[in-house]
């Protein structure tokens, strides 16, 4: 968390002082960013601190008092205004960016506060839950595919030209659509090809299993 605060500040006051003409700072900024171990944001996998963030939440989580949840609820809810503030100003960001881990934190406090009490609901849940990784495998297509659609084809008309609040409009039904997009594209691929390829391996694998239990009673 260090390390990304550190590279979050010092990468912005670059930026500032470098636009402000004054180069000292700048200059002193962009060193300290040069201090950090690159793996931090560019080490193979790529996002990795992000993907085991969840794991380490899921152990810790129990341990946080209420308002260092608060904290980082406020956190990370600064942290996505931040990263809309750099896209709409075209202030230079990272990829991944210093704020996605707070972010995230803030993210899984507030659904780790939800309880969910209706039965659909826990079933949808389940479902989705169930999927994660299978969404995960194919979200980057997805997320190419539409990405084109919105900010290349422009298929709701050009992005630059339309103000801050319909671009963080289109920006979520992108984000909701990729994720409901790549769930419907998983839960058919398992229904329809997935559930079928198990079954079968399931009734192979039994009838090897009762036949090989059938030669042991006659070798006996």
Known sequence: MVLYSWGAVFSFTAWLFGSLGIETIQYFSGMMTKLLPPGILYGEPRYFQVFILGGLFR???SSFSKRLGNILIVVGIVSVGIDILFARYGIPATDPSYYWIFSSLGIMVIFSRIQ?????????TT????RSYSIYLVQFTVINVLANLIYIQSCFGV??????FSRVGIWLLF?????LLSLAVVSLCDVLILANVQKLFNRLFMNRKADNKLIKTGDS
């Open 59 to 61: 152990r810790l989580y």
């Open 116 to 124: 969910i009490r209706s039965d659909a609901a826990t079933k949808i």
């Open 127 to 130: 479902w989705t839950g169930k």
């Open 159 to 164: 992005i630059e030209s339309m103000s801050a």
């Open 175 to 179: 984000l909701v659509g990729a994720y």
